[in-house]
């Protein structure tokens, strides 16, 4: 299996700009998380889905963040407009159906840069 | 909400010696993992901890969890610079949120000769 796929690994973009960050999960594994790591707040939980279905958007910042689940292979993350504050190393991971004892599984990560 | 905290959150020691991360948790779980991050890359997943009393081995690193002590620990034996990383403890604490990990800060060990 490939693993957690995401795309781009990097970006460099400016003020203002709209960013969207691609995920694909392991087949088969129903749930998906986005994640947030920065030197300062640590590793942050922004959203999570259940079977493409939205479960606890409370870790987005703002709402300038969205994210959608189009189907059970596919999320991305946007951010629009972007801001420097948002630089930072984006996260997905995914799991089986939340059963018992299933750990996530983390993709390599997308490093945002806002300029 | 949940809270998970790691101690220490820097941890420089020689190769040969021996330590213990500690991993506090302030609700009920017996859920918790370990993941292993190392500079500029992902979290890659160490133990699984199931139960009360569980401990889990590989290598030089050793994982135990304590759910009555909402406590985990790391141990870590004869350190060696390959086990220099970001250790990180997170907790599932079940019920409607099941899946959902509760992170501490990470650990970063530093191993050196």
């Known amino acids: 299996d490939a693993g957690v796929i995401q795309s781009p690994r990097h970006e460099v973009t400016e003020m203002g700009q709209e960013v969207t960050l691609r995920c694909k999960p392991i087949?088969?594994?129903?749930?998906l998380f986005w994640y947030r790591q920065t030197m300062m707040r640590g590793l942050e939980l922004l959203i999570y889905?259940?079977?493409?279905?939205?479960?606890?958007d409370s870790g987005m910042p703002e709402d300038r963040f969205s994210a959608k689940m189009p189907n059970a292979s596919f999320s991305t993350l946007k951010i629009q407009p972007s801001e420097p504050r948002d630089s930072a190393v984006y996260f997905c991971?995914?799991?089986?159906?939340?059963?018992?004892?299933?750990?996530?599984?983390f993709g390599p990560g997308t490093r945002l840069t806002v300029l | 909400e949940l809270k998970v905290e790691q101690n220490p959150l820097f941890l420089s020691m020689q190769e040969g010696k021996n330590y213990t991360i500690y991993c506090n948790y302030s609700t009920t779980s017996d859920r918790l993992y370990w993941y292993r991050q190392d500079p500029g890359k992902s979290l890659e997943s160490l133990f699984v901890l199931l139960s009360n009393g569980a401990v889990k081995q590989e290598g030089r690193l050793m994982a135990s969890l304590d759910t009555k002590a909402r406590l985990s620990t790391l141990h870590i034996t004869a350190a060696v610079h390959d086990l220099s990383a970001t250790y990180f403890c997170?907790?599932?604490?079940?019920?409607?949120?099941?899946?959902?990990?509760?992170f501490g800060r990470g650990t970063q060990l530093t191993v050196w000769p």
């Open positions: 889905f259940n079977n493409n279905v939205p479960i606890d």
């Open positions: 997170a907790v599932d604490r079940g019920g409607s949120t099941l899946g959902r990990l509760y």
């Open positions: 087949s088969g594994h129903n749930s």
């Open positions: 991971a995914s799991i089986p159906y939340a059963a018992r004892g299933n750990e996530q599984f």
